[in-house]
């Protein structure tokens, strides 16, 4: 075999949830009230032009969440038929081996954006005319960044200007390609011509918003098509301190910002609900107790909980690294224990929410009107509560995702983050912040890290807001 | 006096072609579609209709107060001469308050709850009159006075909270006199309140009116309350008005087919035990305006003209003006031509049946508890000793204000609050005791009914859903096998009996009106074949049509499956209709109980007196002799020594003050706790 599969525990995790996800839309669909909730989530122009963007980032964060470790060659590509074969200790994803190039084209250290010199001037020895070395001090010329120019340095812009040109074309091209077929497809779902479903497409008011998803598309292939194409040749968004493509860096962040967002989600979510309806159903001693725990535990300031979690964990690891094969799994067992901290340190603001809204349920008709039949608590907290608080449990869902992105961003700032070697945007900004003090600045690393961080966070603010215009029972009603 | 007199019948308020709708998507929604009105000073201009017909968008419309989907469309508002709708923004806020004031329907929310009364009213003084300091202090209490608050100097420096419904409700009153306007709009000002609450509030409207030579703009959807306010009614239908007339020509003779049908679905005596005339459908919904007259779905004298064209105002009489196409003489009053069935051999089986239902020295309290640690400091006697009997196929009704304990006893009896004390018995087995199983069983023979229907079903259940859950929780239909197939079965039964078609049990409460809705409640409830139904106020929520829809349906399942009814309300029309047997409550106590006849008939129970006087009859031949009940309901936490009526009895002697009185026996079935009719042994 080539390579050996690595499943971390995040990767199962990470792919359960999009296990849930799917089987979410299923009962949705089969849910008449879920259904038309979607329904109205489809027709918000917002909410669909981000969760394009959003669905992009989670392509991303996918293909990154499939690891495997290649197998090692001998030296000239020959396999030692004998040997057993041994595996490289490096653990890549899939996401790797897609940007293979960025991933090995290190340069020496900081360069600019599209540069094909480094940022830092050098000595550098030059034979001068008369055969002579000749020490001077300037930028040195970039091992890969605009190497194909070779000393035709000048050429630089009209390379990039014809390779985003180029780049949008092809953007265009596949934009139409995508709009043609939507296009066929609500022409073949509707049994209209062609001209009607196109001119459907585009005004406001339809099933579904696919104008915005168009835009959106349109935007997304813009922007990432010119990136893409240069950066087979050039840094597109410089590289760092040890030489490393930024592009690559920002892109392999995005996993962990989703990983941190979702899975934490998953450890609030059961204890916020349990407890919370608990509390608002049975009141009396397990409402003091759940309520003392609460109240208990959100005044502990939450990065002090937190820190002393993750250096316990730091500890843990590090007397025990017999436990880990490979970096990546010390590194990926650091992230999900940062997970679980967030989601204990995170879920008494939903519980407390969920309590409230069971106290008031529960003193509705049709919860009497069921004990009236002398239906069992449990029965009823399953039929009649939970379902009635559902809409907030997502929507704080969809909220929590965007604050808990910037939380892992802040936490890793203040070092009490993901693990060092593990790259995020916080540890990003982490490694960036000393070099806005350097003259001339390095900007570029900040400046990817923000704008990536921020498109996401946004798309999921945006969404989260179409979600719960869809499902907030007060706002249903309304267009 | 001159001055007075003069304003006196000067027009006011003028409304011409006013068209309101309600932004919907990119669609208007026509809420008021081209009404006029023409109201004078120290005239009471009555807006009768069902909900959704537009009434309060119209009050609303009047002061530029609409939602923000709202919009006015066309028309002229003349106020005094001034055209409102071409008003800056500035000079509307000096005719709000100023010009014209609102009183709202919910006394509860519209008083800001963090500022106390003097300040709300101070607030309304140094806008409207500049008065500020003392000055204002003054004239606050000066209205306080006005609108009958005791205590006036106290009450000034309160919060809403510490004072009582009817209390909140003067203060509204006295905010909306506090611009000295000219004309007062009343939105449902007493719907909220209790009966003798209600009575207050109306005299006291009909005082400051006559006082202050206002106009007043009353909505209201209860004839009785017409009755006793209006100087002319105008009746909305669907955004229209379709009938207007001076108050004694409308109430001696209804033209429009939709006010006749209002006048005979009311229950009253004459139709007891008979079926009550309902109109049959609902207002129609605001996107689904019909093109001719828009009562004609709902129109039992509807032709062919009525559904193409909508009719044009027609003068019947001086100053009364229909729009209907009918000509007089085709529709007969309708009130006559109710069925006077079996009215009086129903009434006529007295209680000879063994009690279904025998509840003895009924007690719940709630504990009051204070302090860290908890401490019971007092009982809140919610119920306190009620005792009642009812047998199969007969109704008893429960009647009192609010906070009397009705509802926690019927809530008492079907277990879901726990008694503090006394004895329940159904069937001849004790209820809140003994295991759990044999409990659930005796769950199946009592069932409730509640009042609000959109409370009372999960809106994320199917309505098939909703009514198996009953049947499932009590194993009504056999055991597990083919449990489902008989479900279905059966949930199409019940839904048949309610009168709603068996598609409706794949679809969602939503997606019903709260007449359906009530329905569905009703088929949740039969759905385990109980023998004892509770309805608490099961049509205080609904529309005058729909509500004698529900009576009748009631009334038609007791004759068919002999069920007993423990019927709780306030409406003593309803009562009268439906009812057998009555009790009057009191803090927590039955003052009286016996035959329906006997209690509203002859009431002897000074509370009962008071309550029935103070019930606004839909009639003009109504004796007005309301007999005034000074002060509200005590605290159920502290009720007064003795009798707990003597505080605000005109008839409360030395003895009432000392001790509860015992029951009195008056007949077979009628018994009073009064000291005014001593035990029959001590009698002489």
Redesign the interface.
Known sequence: MPFLPVILWSDVLIWLLLLAAILLGWLSARN??WRTAWQRVGRSRAGMASATLLLAFAVVGLLDSLHYRPRLTVDGGQEAPAQPATYAVEVLSLLDALLTPLRTRNEKTYSEPLATRAHAKETIEVRGSDGRLQQTRDHPRLRYGGAHLGADEEQRDADVAGRVLQALGLALLAWAAVAVAVCGGVARAQASGWRQAWRRLWRS?GDFAWSAVLCALAALLLLAMPVALLATDYHVFGTDKVGQDVLYQVLKSVRTALVIGLVTTLVMLPLSVLLGVLAGYFRGWVDDIIQYLYTTLSSIPGVLLIAAAVLMMQVLIDTHPQWFATAAERADLRLLALCFILGVTSWTGLCRLLRGETLKLRE???I?????????SL?IIG??IV??LMHIVIIALVMDFSSLVLAEAVLSYVGIGVDPTMISFGTMINNARLELAREPMVWWSLSAAFFFMFSLVLAANLFADAVRDAFD?RLAG?? | MSALQSRHGEELLAVRQLRVAFAHGRSLLPAVDGIELRLAAGETLALLGESGCGKSATALALLRLLPAAGRIVTGEVLFGGRDLMRLPESEMRAVRGGGMAMIFQEPATSLNPVLTVGRQLAEVLARHRALSGAAAQATALELLVAVGIADAPRRLGEYPFQLSGGMKQRVMIAMALAGEPRLLIADEPTTALDVTIQAQILELLRRLQAERAMGMLLITHDLGVVAQMATRVGVMYAGEIVEEAPRAAFFAAPRHPYAQKLFAALPDLARRGGQLQTIPGQVPSLSAMPAGCRFAARCEHAWELCRQQSPQWRQVAVNHRVRCHLDDGLVSRGRDGGSITAAGEALAVVAVAPALLAVDDLRVHFPIRRGILQRIVGQVRAVDGVSLALARGRTLALVGESGCGKTTVGKAILQLLPASGGRVRLLGEQLGSGARSPRRALRRHMQMIFQDPFASLNPRLSVGEIIAEGMRALAVGGPAAGRRATNAAAVAAVLQQVGLPAEAAGRYPHEFSGGQRQRIAIARALAVQPDLVICDEPTSALDVSVQAQILNLLATLQGELGLAYLFITHNFAVVDHLAHEVAVMYLGRIVEHGLVDEVLRSPRHPYTRALLSAVPSPRLDATSGFIRLPGEIPSPAAPPAGCHFHPRCRQASELCRQKYPPPSRLSATHAVHCHLYPPAGERD
Do not use: C, M, T, W
């Not at chain 1, 069921?370 to 069992?376: E, L, N, P």
């Open positions: 008449p009230l008011g509705l008709e049709y009497q009107a069921a004990q009236a039949f002398g239906v069992s029965r039929r009649h379902p009635n029972p309304s267009p």
